[in-house]
């Protein structure tokens, strides 16, 4: 489905990405593991278009998309659910969900709110409210809601617990296993280690934009290097 | 104390002023709102669609609200292309930048006008120009009361427009969260430029109904860009309502200065709010906190 070969970019001339290769399948979760600062987000940024790669390639579903505009990722049904939500905070709701579908599945936009608002009945309650009203939690929900509006062939979803409380984080990440058990491909770009592993195919590390280990999610959960580096045990 | 049967009419023409005044400022503020820049063009634009109007009447005859269905998507056009091929190319992406270039075009625009058409300036004669219409409590000049209910009725128009269109939802967005709108696949570089085009085809919209009561000169952008900038800043930038109740609010305070203190410094009292609203109320009567 997504094929990251080579792939250097960054701000300004410099290097954030040194090289990165990564793959995923169909109806996988494969998830993006790194400290901050590791690069994850100039990783989904390239991908999804908002930052020009210096080199490399991106191939999505069979085609080329490397240093496409944004516009026309989400039209081949990439689409990321950013850090920071980024939803529309000056919008209702409801309207934050149309522009989900602003570039794709235009045509069934009743049916897939439909949809969302049943993965989120939260979202029906806050309909008419403006969406920067909402508390952290509801605005991560939104903010997935108006991905799936647009029908993702491969969602990017980037640091969906952030901000979350435990309880929330829970449920966030059962939600995932069950949007990709319906048979999405995801990407999850986490600092959430383990539970991030736990739900995932098979997983990346970054490290100063390079992928420093990759493989099953199974395996990489009894990995000493990684256990050290991120739960220091 | 002014007789009433003084200041109602003059009451009337400062609201006749205003609405084309807020019409001007829609446009201002929709490019602010989405761009976050002032458009020092604009003024300049509004000069150019003026003499739109008036060679369309001097060389083919049609008349000024006939131009209406032509001057303000030729205005439109001439926004969207500044916008994709001038403004945007120049500016690099830094605000600051796309300041300097607007004002850049505005010297331009001027100084070509000023080198085609001479500095004179010029009227167009219509039929109905000294028509009045009795409202029984005044009279109204027919071109003023013409310009009043249209610019209110395109105000409106516009308003429906973006509440209710995906266009313009995605307008709304990207003026707030610009990388959430390149995330739903909103293709920025165009909807900047539709963004200017619309706000161009305002003031397209605001000559056709100015020109029957007014004059086109090459500098006569001057004379409303800084008022179209006072009624934004007062209505709050970015604000639809504010500039449609800015726009009355100094098209009512030049009227109303112009009776007491004369004609020539009628426009007294609209810098006398303009600093009182920076110095009180620095967002504007309906602007939002930054």
Known sequence: MLEVGGLRSGYGGLD??????????DKE???VLGAN????????????????PYEGKVRFAGSDITGKAAHDIVAAGLIQVPEGRRIFPNMTVRENLELGSYRRAKPRRVANMERVVAIFPR?????AQK???LSGGEQQMLAIGRGLMAEPRLLILDEPSLGLSPLLVEGMFALIARINAEGLAIVLVEQNVMQSLSIAHRAYVIENGRVTLSGAAAELMQNAELKRSYLGM | MLEFSILLPALLNGLTIGAVYALVALGLTLIYGVLHIINFAHGSMLMLALYGVFFLHALFGIDPYVSLLIVPPALFVLGYA???????????GKDENILLVTLGLAIVMDNLALYFWKADTRTIDTPYGFDTV??????????????FVAALLICCALWLLMARTDLCKAIRALAKERQGAQLVGINVPHLFAMSFGIGAACVGAAACLLLPSFYVAPDVGQVF???AFTVVVLGGMGSFAGALIGGMIIGVTESIGGLFLGESLGQLGIFVIFIAVLLFRPTGLLGHRA
């Open chain 1, 16 to 25: 954030v990405l040194r090289g990165i290769d990564m793959q995923v399948g």
């Open chain 1, 29 to 31: 979760i494969v998830a």
């Open chain 1, 37 to 52: 600062g590791a690069g994850k987000s100039t990783l989904n940024n390239t991908i999804c278009g908002i930052v020009a």
């Open chain 1, 123 to 127: 979202l029906k309650e806050r309909f």
């Open chain 1, 131 to 133: 969406a920067g009203t």
């Open chain 2, 82 to 92: 500044l916008q994709r091929g001038v403004i945007g190319r120049a500016s690099h």
């Open chain 2, 134 to 147: 009795d409202l029984g409590i005044a009279t109204i000049a027919v071109p003023k009361a013409v310009a």
């Open chain 2, 225 to 227: 860009v800084l008022i």
